[in-house]
């Protein structure tokens, strides 16, 4: 296969964009193959894409040597488009069609095994959140090349002291080392979304970043950011009998707001919360 003919496959098949399946998709041949360059050596194991849809992604992806790949698309209409793709790339591709929320990283026996995805704006949260916490690091998954929208990006690599800094963000560096690779404007996809987005990389650690009780600091952090604006002594309040003593035993100020602290300050709360 030679061009990626992204919009001309969509016309052939008289392919209208879900909105509700969050269905941007790539045209520029240049954009799909930094994208894979930057996900790293993909020849060895295997790659998951979420959301092949035309499949310009998962071409450039099989076009850089991926040995196996598997795409898991929820919207039917594009099998016969995956499918040709398929054959082109004997051996090599399996297209899953059904719901990515329903898929378990740890279920994937292939290792190296490395994610790469434009994923669909509505669920991206929601996925990266239920693979940093379903124990990645237990799994064979070294690394995720996702896509996000700009303002998700920022709050997923935001520091201490930032503004944005979010739950979000605070779990993926409890799993990950996460950085934002560049920006994509919007122009680059079809139809043209209202926002920009950025492409982030995320390396799998072998363990969590600090000791830490994964299901208490999840109901920390949750008290903490849905409140942003409170001080820590009245936010978390309901979850200690003595608030103060347990923020002072973690090194915490009790006038402090979550977007202040470092995660491996809400790590050590998570181990002293009853
Ligand atoms: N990979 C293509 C590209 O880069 O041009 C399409 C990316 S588009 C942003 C998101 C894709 O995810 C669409 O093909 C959409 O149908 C698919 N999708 C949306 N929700 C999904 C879900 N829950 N499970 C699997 N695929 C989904």
Request: hydrophobic share 40%; charged share 25%.
């Amino acid at each position: 296969m030679s061009s990626f003919n992204v919009r001309q496959k969509l016309s052939a098949n008289r392919l209208r964009a879900k909105k509700s399946l969050g269905q941007n998709f790539i045209h520029d041949e240049n954009l799909l193959r930094k994208i894979v360059r930057h996900a790293g050596d993909v020849s060895k194991g295997s790659v998951l894409e979420i959301g092949p849809g035309p499949g310009g992604l998962t071409q450039a992806i099989l076009e850089a040597g991926a040995k196996k790949v598997v795409a898991v698309e929820k919207d039917l209409r594009f099998s016969p488009i995956l499918s040709e793709l398929a054959i082109a790339f004997p051996n090599r591709l399996s297209v899953i069609l059904k719901d990515a929320l329903e898929i378990d990283l740890r279920d994937i026996s292939d290792s190296p095994l490395k994610v790469i995805a434009n994923l669909p704006y509505q669920i991206s949260t929601v996925l990266l959140i239920k693979w940093i916490t379903d124990d990645i690091w237990k799994s064979n998954c070294k690394s995720l090349t996702l896509m996000f929208q700009k303002e998700v990006a920022e709050r997923i690599v935001a520091g201490p002291g930032s503004r944005k800094r979010s739950k979000l963000g605070l779990l993926t560096e409890l799993y990950t080392e996460a950085k934002i690779l560049f920006r994509v404007p919007a122009s680059c996809f079809i139809p043209v979304p209202k926002v920009d987005s950025s492409l982030v990389h995320f390396e799998i650690r072998k363990a969590p970043k600090y000791r830490v009780d994964p299901s208490k600091l999840n109901i920390i952090l949750r008290s903490a950011f849905n409140q942003k604006r409170k001080m820590l002594k009245s936010s978390l309040k309901p979850l200690f009998s003595d608030v103060e003593k347990a923020l002072n035993t973690a090194g915490i100020i009790e006038t402090q707001r979550p977007e202040a602290l470092e995660l491996k300050q809400f790590c050590e709360l998570s181990l002293i919360h009853p």
